[in-house]
């Protein structure tokens, strides 16, 4: 199956967006529970150059990835930034001193968070930016939309994106605005998510026909968990007829299942990164696909 390697955001806009359609996702560069410096600075940022000059334009993260560290990461290794690269980070979120997650959603902490991305990552205008729902939230979620939208009337914010959304949360941002894309958990191993957290499932599949439909890229997070967790024996036996990685069928198997996806798979191994690099190159055929299926 010939799949396609470049992908339209927001392509009924005045500004669209083309990447490549293998990105790299940066959370995996920080500390231990994605806090703190990484183990390897070094290698980090060798990481970040390296995936650059292996074509990938289009870049995950996020101000509380760290707290602020793969964004420092990713002006120290490559600002002064080129035309072609966007730079995609998420708001709505933020980290407390023991770790923990908190929900950072009211109108004036996703000013704050914009703000902070922009001065971190030495930018005028956020290319594209995720609003993030999470768990426990007590902000109506069009509060925060609509916050967003305001952000980008002012020009703080190009295109407008959603994380973690159920379809009814997609159906009222895009009655709301124009969303640009959709960043959910998803894989071959992970077509649902985080039920336990919400009492819903919050994954890729369950918006996947409303992404395709209004031309709307899916970017999945996560999207290994637990396909390199649990070594599933279809991948194993698809990734055997390849001479490849399960992590490299995984991805792979995103690339070939929709056009309209956009995996970040990340990692803080520049050998993982070159393993990953290498699924766009891995055409899997009609049977294969329905043999994973």
């Known amino acids: 199956m010939n799949i396609n390697k470049h992908i339209i955001i927001a ?3 005045n500004s669209p967006i083309r990447v490549s359609r293998l990105g790299y996702g940066t959370m995996r ?11 390897n600075r070094p290698e980090a940022l060798q990481i970040l150059k390296q995936a650059v000059k292996s074509g990938v334009n289009f870049i995950d993260t996020a101000d509380y990835y760290g707290e602020d560290v ?3 990461l990713i002006t120290e290794a490559l600002h002064p930034f080129s035309e072609e690269l966007v730079i995609c980070s998420k708001v709505g979120g933020a980290r407390k001193p023991d770790k923990s997650w908190i929900g950072f959603n009211r109108p ?3 000013r704050t968070s914009i703000e902070n991305n922009l001065r971190t990552l030495k930018l005028d205008q956020m290319t594209l930016v995720h609003f993030r729902v999470m768990p426990g939230s007590t902000v109506p979620f069009e509060e925060s939309m609509n916050t967003m939208f305001e952000l980008q009337q002012e020009g703080k914010i190009l295109h407008v994106g959603v ?6 949360e997609l159906e009222t ?8 894309t959709v ?26 026909d409303l992404c395709e439909q209004h031309s709307i890229p899916l970017i999945p997070f996560f999207s290994l ?10 991948i194993a036996t698809i990734a055997q007829k390849y001479g490849a990685t399960i992590a490299q069928i995984n991805i792979a198997w995103l690339l070939h299942r929709s056009p309209w996806i956009l995996p970040i798979p990340g990692t803080s191994s520049l050998n993982h990164f070159e393993e990953n690099m290498k699924a766009a190159d891995i055409n899997l055929s009609k049977e294969d696909m329905e043999f994973l299926e």
Do not use: D, F
């Open 225 to 234: 968990l637990n396909s390199l967790n649990k070594k599933e024996s279809c």
């Open 11 to 13: 392509g009924n806009s």
């Open 108 to 110: 004036e902490n996703l």
């Open 70 to 72: 793969t964004n420092r």
């Open 163 to 168: 994380s973690n959304v159920n379809r009814s």
């Open 173 to 180: 941002a895009m009655n709301l605005g124009k969303i640009a």
């Open 183 to 208: 960043e959910n958990m998803y894989g071959h191993g992970q077509r649902t998510s985080l039920k336990a957290h919400y009492g819903e499932t919050r994954g890729g599949e369950e918006i996947l």
């Open 29 to 39: 560069l920080t500390g231990e529970g994605i806090y703190g410096e990484p183990p």
